[in-house]
Structures are given as C-alpha cells and as structure tokens.
C-alpha cells in the first residue's frame, strides 16, 4: 500500500513548485525577531500560521480526475510559507535541548561555510565580497541577524485583485503592518534590486503563438535562455497514486530490472526512512521535526552577457572545426555545456543538432494534430533517459551540468569501468539516489537587453532536503567544483562551477567520428553567488508548538 502523507501537517511549496502550478511571480522577505520579543514574535506567527498554504490538494485541471474527497484544499491568491534560521528558532525561544540535535551545518549557517561551498570564484578571500549586505547582517550587524524567510508566490489570475503584482504587494503590505522597530519582528533591508525590503522574482515573458498578434506568456526559460524546471525528483507520497505512475518516470529512482519507482520520503521529508532504510537525524520531539524540512536559499547572479559573448565567440572555432554554420554551433555549445537543448530536450534524446529539429517537429506536429497520445510519449522523454548509452561522453558530456547534478545510472559502484552491454544495461540509479534535491525558485531582475553584467538579474533557487550536508552540499562542492567523478580532473560544472585563468570544457567526441574532441577553454565567470541561508521549514504542527511555546524536547 502506497504511503499516505498528511498534506495538510505539510507546507505547500515542498510537495510542489508552485510555477508550475501558475504563480509566476513571488517576493522572499527575510525577518529578524527583535530582542526580548519572544513572547510577542510567538503570537506574531500564531497569526501568520492561519495564513500559511499547505500541500492540500486544489481544484484544477490538474486534479480533475482524483476522487472528490482528495481535494480539499482552496487555491489562494498568494500562497504564503515560512522558514527559519538556526538562530531565529533560538529567537523564538526553542529550547535548547531541541537546538543543539540540528545538524552541525543548519546550526553553522552557510555564510560559514561558504568556503566548504566554494562561493569565491573572484578569487578575493572571502566570498561575501559580492553578497547582498542583508546576508552579512550576522557579521556585520548581529542586531538584524536573519531570523525567517517568507515567502509570497502570486497566481497569475488572482480571484480578488487585478494582477499577480497586485496581490504580492497586498500579502506584503500585511506582513508590514505587523512588523517594525517597535513590534516584536522587524522587516530587514539590505537587498540587491529596486527595493530593499524584499527580493523580487518573476517568471520571464515570451511571444505566445497560440494568442493574438503581441500577446505575451509566462515562460520557464532563465535569463542564459535555458527552458529550466525538468526532472525534480519524485518520492513516495508526494503524488496520489493516479498520477505517480507518470510522474516517476525518470524522476524517480531505477531499479536493476530497468523501472522507475519513487525515492524514499525520508531524502525529502524529516520522520521518515531514508534510501538507506534509516531514519536521518532530526530535532526532538518526533513531533517538531516530522514533515519539515531544510532550505538552501541560493542567489545566484548570472553574467548573461558575459555568457552570451563566449557563446558567440566560441561557436566561431566550433563550427570551423566541424563545418556548421554560426547558429547550430551555438545551440549545439550551449546544449553541451547544459546537457539539454534550450528548449529542454535532452542530448541523450536527440545527441545532434539535426535530430534536434526533428524530435522538435514531431512534437509541434503532435500538439497540432491535438494526438494526446503521441505528445504525451514525447514530453515523456524530457525526463525519461540514461546514460547507459552513453559510456565515452560523445552525446552528453561527462562534465555538463545535467549530467554533473544528476548522475543517474552513470555512477552505479557495481558496473565495472569496462562494463559489458548486459551490465550497463542492469545499472541503477543507487549511489545517486542519496544526493538528490527538490528545487524552487524563479528568476530575479530585468529582461531588457543587456550590456553589463554589473545589473541585478539572475536566478534565486529554493533547496529542499533532509540533509543539507549529504545533499546539498555534496552536490554543490564535490559534483559542481570538481571533475573526478566524471572524468574530468579539475574541471568544474561549465555553468555555474568555479572558472579560473586555467579553466576548460571539453566536448567528447566518439571513437568512430574520426573528429578530435572540442576544447572551450577559459570560459569566463557565467555565475557568481550573491547570498544565502540554511533555513528549517516547519510543519504546521511544528509551527503550533514554535508559536504557542510548546516544544518540549524530553
């Protein structure tokens, strides 16, 4: 029998992204308990805690087809979550005793172990050296520490206003007229872009074809021109059993006879049994840490034209090596560096340019044939692949980003390096199945031409965990900065990896080919973090206690 979650114990932005359910736009405000405040910040979040949106379960076309009992959520304008620091659970007065058993790295805080995670790539000594002030605050200015995120996700065709825009600042409106100097919480300044109270996010826009002649659409494509938000991880429970049968594929785990089945729930969700059938470490009581979860909130600063110019550059030497034009070198340059198209197709799906067009046409031609069936196989693929195929790296690159931040069954420790076809074709996704991650976020900053990367534009991404340290940070530090798992020496990620003066990408090429491999070489610096927390995200039975000052850890 499939496990049962409680959705509504669960708050709503772990089960789901909530872009994907139509809210393009969405605002983090950071928080800060004021001194001596507790008492007074605890029936502060009693009043927000009747705000906060759960995992239930809305009418939609999405959830059409459930039984009727299963839907029982109501689909809100602005859906509101929080988290907190390790401090500002402190703040809130959580006893120390349910303190000291978080992990070592969610009570240190990222700021610290910003060198674990390598966020210097300018080389200067200390990585803060280009965060936003508000993430330095504990340094600089321990009396406006960052205690609590909240987030706002705007739908974008709000019931009871006119526009996303106007329902964000509507929900942020409220939260400041609870907050200031004189109240128990305050509202921190100190970020990057057109206001400093909050960091403002939106899904980017794009033509619609299927509107009339000018009309506009919310895109899933970033700023480097990239379709993003594919292949999140699935796990037991996150989906009622109608539709984890096509979810999973290739977004679960693979097994040794080739299916996909859903991760453990305990990779994603404090109180339950891991992939190693453990349950991982969390704060007591079992009641404050079951159903929460921890955050890595990432800004990352994308240098799009800094990007753009190597792109150009680059797919110069590329397409004279290999006698393409300018455009297919520079699509063909990004889709190796990402491990997927820019629209989204898989390399290991469509390894070349030509087959790229063509899987492209089959899939316009389903949509306007409106062959549900035909789409629904294709869209399919964007997610349902291996690497078995693909053992030298001449269609996916060992060293891209997809293949760097999700490994699949390229790292399976029983398949010997020189593996036979019938075992290559019995790996399973076992080692990478503990270094997964759910990931949230929207791009931040303008959509204007650029020409300077000093402007505030780029992408914040939310990751959700049960252990930042195995998850997160293995994943950031030993798979995006280094190269030996793939291969690849020192190289790191081509993307968002550290670039030194030595930096390089190689491009594979197969045995047979009879063309030598492609060298990018001295790719400048595409990403550059710009702040950052550890935060826990409660349950709403955790925010019970938290609020009403109930923890009791014995």
Known sequence: ????????????????????????????????????????????????????????????????????????????????????????????????????????????????????????????????????????????????????LVTFNASANPTNLDSPEAALEAAFQWLKSRCGDNEA??????????????QDMSALEEPDPDGPPGSMRYSRT?????????????????????????????????????TWVPLATGEFLLGYPDEAQEVP?????????????????????????????????????????????QQEAEETLKAKMAGRWSD???????????????????????????????????TQQLTDFTYAGDTDGSKCPFSSHLRRSNPRDMLDPTVPANATAEQLTKATSVLNNRRRLLRRGLPYGTTTPIHSDEVEQGVLLLFLCSSLFRQFEFIQQQWMQYGL???????????????????????????????PPFICDRPPQFVETRGGAYFFVPSMTALRLIAQGLTDPT
């Open 485 to 515: 798992d793939f291969n690849a020496g020192n190289d790191t990620c081509p993307i968002i990896g550290n670039h030194g003066p030595d930096a390089k990408f190689v491009i594979a090429t197969s045995a047979d080919s009879g063309k």
């Open 1 to 148: 029998m499939a496990l049962k979650l409680d959705l509504s114990d669960i708050q709503g932005n772990v089960l789901i992204a909530y872009g994907r359910l139509g809210f393009p736009k969405a605002r983090c405000v950071l928080l800060h308990i004021n001194k001596n405040q507790a008492y007074k910040a605890r029936a502060f979040l009693e009043e927000l805690r009747g705000k906060i949106t759960t995992a239930e379960l809305w009418p939609s076309s999405k959830t059409a087809n459930l039984p009727v009992d299963m839907v029982t959520g109501q689909r809100p304008d602005v859906a509101i979550n929080v988290a907190f620091t390790f401090m500002g659970l402190l703040a809130m007065g959580v006893p120390v005793r349910t303190l000291r058993s978080f992990p070592d790295e969610f009570q240190q805080g990222m700021l610290d172990r910003a060198e674990i995670l390598m966020d210097d790539p300018n080389g200067l000594g200390r990585p803060e050296s280009r965060w936003d002030p508000i993430w330095l605050n504990e340094r600089s200015d321990p009396q406006a520490e960052i205690h609590a």
């Open 281 to 325: 470490p969390a704060p007591a009581p079992l009641d404050f840490s079951r159903n929460g979860t921890f955050l890595a909130y990432r800004k990352l600063h994308q240098n799009v034209k800094a990007f753009a110019e190597y792109i150009s550059n680059t797919a110069s030497r590329y397409g004279a090596s290999y006698g393409v034009d």
């Open 222 to 258: 970033e700023h480097f021109g990239f379709a993003d938000g594919f292949g999140d991880p699935v796990f037991e429970g996150q989906y009622p059993d109608a539709v984890m049968a096509a979810r999973v594929v290739g977004q679960g785990k693979r097994t040794a006879d080739q």
């Open 185 to 198: 919480v305050s509202i921190l300044a100190g970020h990057g872009g057109p206001n400093p109270l909050y």
């Open 344 to 378: 989204g197709v898989p390399l290991m799906v469509a390894p070349t340019y030509g087959e790229w067009q063509v899987f492209r046409g089959r899939l316009a031609k389903a949509k306007a044939d409106n062959n549900e069936a035909e789409f629904n196989r294709l």
